[in-house]
């Protein structure tokens, strides 16, 4: 079937060119992270056209990242990474910033001038109160926004006064520390998680699964209250998702169907159906991992 057939609207990738420079600069710092991002680094500093204040996280790169930021301009710190939380608490606590208001990016992600202003508007607005802005991305995959098979919106903390945000590690990825005052924005980043192609992302998320599998072994992703399926809050709804889904049987294949039919990523063609796959790839990742940690250790009983 051909791939136009799927697609009964056209879907609009908001692709981001790089914002002017506004005469008076935004108060936000931009911190990106890196490791070997030399292909993906242009990109994402040319979204960052706005900023006066741009900063790189290094954790490691041999492939030119670093010369390339610094021939940009770019203040470049280094720091061996650990986890996504504790490379961004160390990031707040460790780089000295112009400003309070701090936007985290990953190298092969773009802003918009879309969002460029909302950011503006919304801290000028915001209370003492507010720690952060949980803000949505656009996943992208062949230059084709996932719109329904990556689950949009899915929210990332991203923009935070950095005197009062910490993140904890959780999966993964990380979260803002409990109790934290947060409200939302409704512009997205782009996401081009795809932009290396389908090997680098395999390996990457075969370490984003131990890490998962990690977490359930140890009991952390398992905590689940059937409450927050109902919870009036599109975070913690998708916790409590993720959660449940961690006690499915043939996770795998529900996790196909569920992007497929679910989440209508049929209607997003060739790539949701193609995202369908890598996700149920993913999972089977996660399971293969949990059979290694629950395994016996060589030498036991259990394992002669």
């Keep these: 079937m051909p791939e136009f057939c799927f697609h009964p609207d056209p879907i609009d990738a908001g692709t981001a060119s790089p914002a002017e420079k506004p005469t008076t600069a ?5 911190v ?32 030119g990242t670093v010369e390339l930021a610094e021939a940009r301009g770019v203040k470049v710190y280094h720091h061996a990474f650990e986890s996504f939380g504790k490379q961004r608490n160390w990031a707040i606590e460790n780089i000295p910033l112009k400003h309070d208001w701090v936007f985290h990016l990953d190298a092969d992600e773009h802003f918009t001038d879309a969002l460029v202003d909302e950011v503006g508007r919304r801290i000028a607005q915001a209370s003492d109160e507010v720690a952060g802005f949980p803000v949505p991305h656009k996943l992208m995959l062949h230059d084709r926004w996932l719109r329904r098979a990556g689950g949009y919106p899915v929210y990332q903390m991203r923009l935070f006064h950095k005197k009062r945000m910490r993140f904890i590690d959780h999966g993964h990825g990380q979260r803002e520390a409990p109790d934290t005052v947060t409200e939302k924005l409704v512009e997205p980043y782009l996401h081009f998680a795809f932009s290396k192609g389908l090997e680098p992302w395999l ?41 449940l889904a961690y006690r499915m049987p043939f996770r795998p294949k529900l996790r196909w169907w569920m992007v497929v039919l679910l989440q209508r990523g049929l209607l997003d063609g060739r790539s949701g159906l193609t995202y369908a796959t890598m996700m149920s790839t993913y999972e089977q990742m996660i399971d293969l991992h949990l059979r290694d940690l629950r395994a016996p250790a060589p030498g036991t009983a259990a394992g002669k």
């Design 26 to 30: 935004l108060p936000v710092s931009v």
């Design 32 to 63: 990106i992270l890196t490791l070997n991002e030399a292909d993906n680094l242009p990109g994402v500093l040319d979204s960052c056209a706005w900023c006066d204040d741009i900063a790189v996280l290094d954790s490691g790169s041999i492939d």
């Design 203 to 243: 390996a990457k998320h075969n370490r984003y699964a131990r890490l998962e599998a990690q977490e359930m072994t140890s009991g952390g992703g398992l905590e689940f209250r059937l409450g927050d399926l109902f919870s009036g809050q599109a975070i913690q709804r998708r916790r409590a998702i993720k959660a």
